[in-house]
C-alpha cells in the first residue's frame, strides 16, 4: 500500500555518522515525510523516516530535479 506525503524534510545531525573500521567516516542525512498538518492528527500517516548517504542523497535529488523538469515540460504544453 502507497502513502501519499505532503511534506519533506530533510537534515543533518552532526554527531550521527557512520565511521568504518578503514576509517571512512560517513555523515547521514535523515529524510522525513509527513502528511499533511491541517488533516487532523487521528487521520494522518505515519510519517516515513529514511537516512541516506550523501551519494545516495544527490541521486535522489538529480531524480527529482529530473522528474521536476519533465513536469513542467508537460504542463505547459497543455
Given at each position: 500500500?502507497?502513502?501519499?506525503?505532503?511534506?519533506?524534510?530533510?537534515?543533518?545531525?552532526?554527531?550521527?555518522?557512520?565511521?568504518?573500521?578503514?576509517?571512512?567516516?560517513?555523515?547521514?542525512?535523515?529524510?522525513?515525510?509527513?502528511?499533511?498538518?491541517?488533516?487532523?492528527?487521528?487521520?494522518?500517516?505515519?510519517?516515513?523516516?529514511?537516512?541516506?548517504?550523501?551519494?545516495?542523497?544527490?541521486?535522489?535529488?538529480?531524480?527529482?530535479?529530473?522528474?521536476?523538469?519533465?513536469?513542467?515540460?508537460?504542463e505547459k504544453a497543455r
Amino acid at each position: 500500500m502507497s502513502r501519499r506525503y505532503s511534506h519533506v524534510h530533510a537534515a543533518i545531525d552532526p554527531d550521527q555518522f557512520e565511521v568504518y573500521p578503514n576509517g571512512v567516516r560517513v555523515q547521514e542525512i535523515e529524510l522525513v515525510l509527513t502528511d499533511d498538518p491541517e488533516v487532523p492528527i487521528w487521520r494522518q500517516a505515519t510519517p516515513g523516516v529514511c537516512t541516506l548517504d550523501a551519494r545516495r542523497a544527490r541521486e535522489l535529488a538529480f531524480e527529482l530535479l529530473m522528474v521536476a523538469e519533465v513536469a513542467e515540460q508537460w504542463e505547459k504544453a497543455r
